[in-house]
């Protein structure tokens, strides 16, 4: 890497406090880093480490309250910090550019896509409508939009996540920016759409010849993206270095323990239970002396590690530094497979999925009344059978669209069936709604979401919250109450203080562990948790996983576990469903499900997870004159058969005991991969 010319960004010795009743925090302290054009570089760390603060510094901007106290932002030479608005606006776009974590919410509802792509190269570089228009298209060819031309029509809501996040990056990239900053742009996409993201970032900053800046908390990800990675705890860059000399030799604590961290899909392997890192990131006004990780390092030694004062970052080699004092003295320790899970003991049946079809209506109003309502209508769910026993955990995996959250609300009462049956505890409730429920039904299933904002009540406080769900399961006196609330909280490591906080002075991790505490503050016997960890940093996904484990062998609930995470399912389900479109691909245990035979789709979902080899292909249309009513895996998969594969269902067969797949391959052909 050159250090004469000027980098496309450089961040100097940056410090960054906020000022609040006449006192300053510091949020970043000290930050320096360089990103070549044509690099990505990845900036990782736990929530509340300072991450986004310096994202936000690189487009020149400080959040209300915030203040420079030292540093610069250089973008090719020039301090974006003292630039005027003026110039700002102009840096802003062909100088860099953002990709934010939720598209949603950077684009207009109201105007369709094309018009806002439109409006980027009306701003940065206008030219006639044909030619913008025509650029607008061959960009979104560029993303990976399939049919690119239909999207300049389409309303942001017609559009699904993944497909937003690429047009967002498009957006973005029409400005030709020489940085771009992406914070956290695949958190709760799947893991096939989230490879393809990835990669594309990758693919773009060589082309475009670009300086990319990736944050994330998805270590795996990084690692498979970045060339180079920055570490930040507390707001400080504790290790910096090349990809794979980070991940292969970590010199910093901080960095160890996160990579302990990590869940792993070690086929053939019992489960094991997953690593954390005990305590949680200070805040801004309570940062230790000395090394701001040494209350929760496991290699402290107070004399150097807390009494000697503000420690600077040291190389360790070649492009390589770290910010300890015993730097040279630490050994990564191997990964502790003494703390195997408990394997569970299926109790009795909890639930059951009897051919559970969910229908919506692609027409309504006189085609309705008329009849025809159910020849229009798309299934969510096709036919899905499953049992979930209690102790017993099933996890559901499967691209957006798989209908995995649509079996979550039919179980909870949010949805009713079109047909076949839910039975809990042998009730039939699928055709029930909430209030038709009985009120120990209710409380006997949870459903925790993938996004807790629309389900917190932003009106009132966290502890009123926990209390007002405690109080459902029985009379219980103000200070068992609050001893109640403190325990809950503890159980998803956040501090007892969080009870006096409003939501939305909570991240989006905080406020997670919050929805998961209510969901258990009434002891379940079944508990739906949908994408429950997506948002979370590692280290407290570690934490949940271990806790809905806890839950599992003491409480013996039953356990529904909705996740894109394939190595998480790995580290906490018995067994595993995975779902296409609607239908049941693959079903059978957890050993069974990720070791050959797969079904090819589910080859193609641990593919993207980077646990299998590759057989993923482009999207194809049906040949012309064939009916429909095959696989729904067919137009992508590479080891269809011909003519059958897209005329005909495929036929489930139990290979093993307990292990079903639907497919017209053979298990031997199913096995060998070309």
Not at 5 to 31: C, F, K, N, P, R
Not at 128 to 135: F, I, L, P, T
Request: net charge positive; charged share 20%; hydrophobic share 45%.
């Amino acid at each position: 890497m050159s250090t004469n010319a000027a980098a496309a960004v450089q961040i100097e010795g940056l410090t960054i406090a906020y000022q609040a009743s006449g006192h300053s925090t510091l949020a970043v302290h000290d930050l320096s880093l360089r990103v070549e054009r044509g690099e990505t570089f990845g900036l990782v760390g736990e929530s509340g480490c300072g991450k986004s603060t310096a994202a936000l510094a690189l487009l020149g901007y400080l959040a209300p309250g915030a203040q420079r106290i030292a540093g610069a932002v250089r973008l090719q030479g020039e301090d974006i910090l003292q630039a005027s608005p003026e110039r700002l606006r102009a840096l802003r776009g062909p100088g860099v550019a953002m990709v934010h974590q939720d598209p949603v919410g950077a684009l207009n509802p109201v105007l369709t896509l094309g018009e806002q792509l439109l409006e980027t190269l009306r701003c940065h570089r206008p030219q006639d409508d044909a030619g913008m228009r025509a650029e607008v298209v061959q960009m979104l060819t560029r993303v990976a939009l399939p049919e690119p031309a239909s999207f300049l029509a389409r309303y942001p809501h017609q559009a699904s996540g993944g497909q937003l996040q690429r047009i967002a990056i498009a957006m973005a990239l029409l400005a030709r920016p020489r940085v771009l900053v992406l914070d956290e742009p695949t958190t709760g996409l799947d893991v096939t759409v989230e490879a393809e993201v990835a990669q594309l970032v990758a693919d773009l900053a060589r082309d475009f010849d670009m300086a990319v800046v990736y944050i994330s908390h998805n270590l795996g990800l990084i690692r498979r993206v970045c060339g180079r990675i920055g570490v930040m705890y507390a707001g400080e860059l504790v290790e910096q270095g090349l990809a794979a000399t980070v991940f292969g030799a970590p010199a910093h604590p901080y960095t160890i323990a996160l990579l302990e961290c990590l869940p792993h899909i070690a086929p053939g392997q019992p489960p094991v239970r997953l690593a954390t890192i005990a305590g949680r990131v200070p805040k801004l006004d309570k940062k230790p002396l000395g090394c701001a990780f040494a209350p929760r390092c496991a290699f402290v030694r107070d004399q150097v590690c807390v009494h000697s004062g503000a420690i600077v970052m040291e190389p360790v080699a070649a492009e390589h530094s770290a910010r300890c004092a015993r730097l040279g003295m630490l050994h990564r320790a191997a990964r502790d497979h003494s703390a195997v899970a408990a394997e569970p003991t299926a109790g009795a049946l909890r639930l059951s999925l009897q051919s559970v079809w969910k229908r919506y209506a692609a027409a309504g109003g006189l085609l309705a009344r008329l009849g025809r309502q159910e020849a229009l209508a798309m299934p969510a769910v096709a036919g899905v059978s499953l049992d979930v026993g209690s102790g017993e955990i099933v996890a559901l995996v499967g691209e957006s669209g798989s209908g995995k959250s649509t079996l979550a609300r039919l179980v909870a009462g949010l949805e009713q069936v079109t047909s076949g049956q839910v039975l809990f505890d042998a009730v039939d409730v699928g055709g029930l709604r909430p209030r038709q429920r009985s009120d120990q039904q209710l409380a006997a299933v949870q459903l925790v979401f993938q996004n807790p904002d629309r389900t917190l009540n932003p009106s009132q406080r966290v502890g009123r919250i926990l209390a007002r769900a405690l109080r459902r399961g029985g009379r219980i006196d103000e200070r068992s109450m609050r001893d109640r609330v403190s325990a809950l909280l503890s159980q998803v490591q956040l501090p007892p203080e969080t009870a006096n906080q409003w939501p939305h002075a909570l991240s989006g991790g905080q406020r997670q562990r919050v929805a998961i505490a209510r969901a258990l503050a009434g002891r379940p016997q079944l508990v739906l948790a949908d994408e429950p960890v997506s948002a979370l940093d590692v280290s407290v996904q570690g934490a949940i996983i271990n806790l809905l484990l806890d839950v599992r062998d003491n409480t013996g609930a039953a356990i529904l576990f909705i996740s894109h995470d394939l190595a998480l399912v790995h580290a906490i389900a018995d067994r595993v469903v995975v779902l296409r479109r609607g239908k049941v691909m693959e079903a059978g245990s957890r050993a069974a499900v990720f070791a050959p035979p797969y079904h090819p789709y589910t080859r193609t979902l641990l593919a993207a997870a980077g646990a299998a080899k590759d057989v993923s292909h482009v999207l194809e249309p049906a040949p012309p004159g064939l009916p429909p009513g095959g696989c729904l895996h067919v137009d992508q998969c590479r080891q269809r058969i011909g003519p059958i594969c897209w005329q005909q269902a495929p036929p489930e067969r139990e290979v093993a005991p307990g292990h079903r797949i639907s497919c017209h391959r053979s298990m031997a052909e199913l096995l060998y991969v070309p």
